[in-house]
């Protein structure tokens, strides 16, 4: 739907079986556990989970090599600059993932990412847990 000044927003509701209504306000919110300024000053080696907008990619840099994982670029609402997702080619949540975008041009997912011991850059990361291939959980 289109909000004030024309933005567009997401309002997530599920109609319960007692006739009620429930909001998933994460989604509805655009919560993000932690915001991509802070993910790219802190760097966090343990893994945080994002909603993101992700599409295939064909970037490999530093220890991400295309041998080893699929690559991914994930966007998010108002956030200009993209963040690469690599995901290990022996992960089957990885290999679904590319799979799917191979089909789609695009997927919204809720990934657990973390960086490698002292990451290089601070726009590559690695997917630990697909968990969710959609930006609500189940």
């Known amino acids: 739907t289109v909000g004030d000044a024309g933005r567009y927003f997401v309002m997530a509701v599920e109609r319960m079986d007692d006739e009620s209504y429930k909001i998933d306000w994460e989604t509805s919110s655009g919560y993000q556990e932690m915001s991509f300024d802070e993910l790219k000053a802190l760097k966090p080696t343990e893994p945080v ?42 992960d089957p949540e990885a290999q679904a993932l590319y799979s799917t975008l191979q089909i789609l041009p695009s997927k919204g997912v809720i990934v657990k990412v973390r960086y490698p011991e002292n990451a290089p850059a601070n726009d590559q990361l690695e997917m630990v847990d697909l968990v969710s291939q959609s930006w609500f959980k189940k």
């Not at 989970?49 to 690559?71: G, I, P, Q, W």
Request: proline share 2%.
């Open 49 to 90: 989970e994002l909603r993101l907008t992700m599409v295939s990619s064909d970037f490999f840099n530093f220890s991400f090599t295309e041998d080893k994982y699929y690559a991914f670029q994930g966007t998010y609402l108002g956030v200009v600059e993209p963040i690469y997702i690599y995901g290990k080619k022996d």
